[in-house]
Structure formats: structure tokens, C-alpha cells
């Protein structure tokens, strides 16, 4: 996907303890970089968590997360992390992620959301507050179900 088809980019620098011993970035490093940057995407659309989600009797539990690998990192890299909603179903969220160093593409990802009740952990409709917010803020519209 095109860079320009992500609004928010997140930026994080490589930290020593992020690196193996082959001298590049862990593997699951990454997931921890994709929650940072959703968390900040959350920010972005002035939904923040977790007190937004609180006050909309609502959170979300990852279901699925992919990572695909295209180049390392190393340390003290300084990454752009990007993130945007490609889908929105009823009670799911996708998100697309990518992980840029310049002009390099180093990684890419998918994190499917299920929105649920914080108490019965049991799927709940995607509140309409949220999904105008993804719509509003989003430069390519995600698909609806």
C-alpha cells in the first residue's frame, strides 16, 4: 500500500534491548511497536485509550495478529510506524500496519480487533461515535460490513 494512503505514522527509535544477537530487531519487537502505534492512532482520532472506551462500554481484543518481514532494523534506527482502519464490521476493526525506515519498507501487518464488553468480554457492536471517527480521519475509506 501507499505510503500516502496512511494518515498516522508513529515514530520509535530502535532501543539496545530491542536487538538480538544477529544485531537486528527481535521479531516480536515488532508487535509491541504496532501496539504503540494503534494506541497512538486511538489518540489521533480523539479516542483515547483507555478512558474513551470506558466511558463507551467498550475495549478491544486482538483476534489476530500477522507480521510479514521484508528488511531489518537495527539499533537506533528511527522507524515510522503506520497504521490505519481497513475494515470495519460489525463488531471488528481491521487494522493495516507498516513499518518504514526513510524510503524502506521494512515490515507490514494486520491486527484484527473484536469490540466487546470489558465485563462479558463477548462481542458488542462497534459504537457509531467510533466509526465516525475512523471515517472522518482516514484518508482511504476502510470497507464496511
Not at 56 to 74: I, L, N, R, S
Not at 115 to 135: D, G, H
Request: glycine content about 6%.
Amino acid at each position: 500500500m501507499s505510503r500516502d494512503s496512511f494518515r498516522c505514522a508513529c515514530p520509535i527509535r530502535v532501543r539496545w534491548s530491542e536487538v538480538d544477537k544477529q544485531g537486528i530487531v527481535f521479531n516480536g519487537h515488532y508487535l509491541n511497536f504496532f501496539d504503540v502505534a494503534v494506541t497512538e492512532y486511538w489518540r489521533a482520532l480523539g479516542c483515547e485509550y483507555p478512558g474513551w472506551f470506558e466511558a463507551h462500554g467498550v475495549d478491544t481484543f486482538v483476534v489476530k495478529a500477522t507480521v510479514e518481514y521484508h528488511q531489518p532494523a537495527g539499533f537506533d534506527d528511527l522507524l515510522d510506524v503506520l497504521v490505519r482502519i481497513a475494515r470495519i464490521g460489525r463488531t471488528s476493526l481491521t487494522a493495516h500496519v507498516e513499518v518504514h525506515r526513510g524510503s524502506d519498507h521494512l515490515v507490514s501487518g494486520e491486527i484484527v480487533y473484536v469490540v466487546a464488553s470489558p465485563e462479558t468480554r463477548r462481542p458488542t457492536p462497534v459504537p457509531e461515535a467510533f466509526r465516525k471517527a475512523i471515517l472522518d480521519y482516514e484518508r482511504v475509506a476502510p470497507d464496511q460490513a
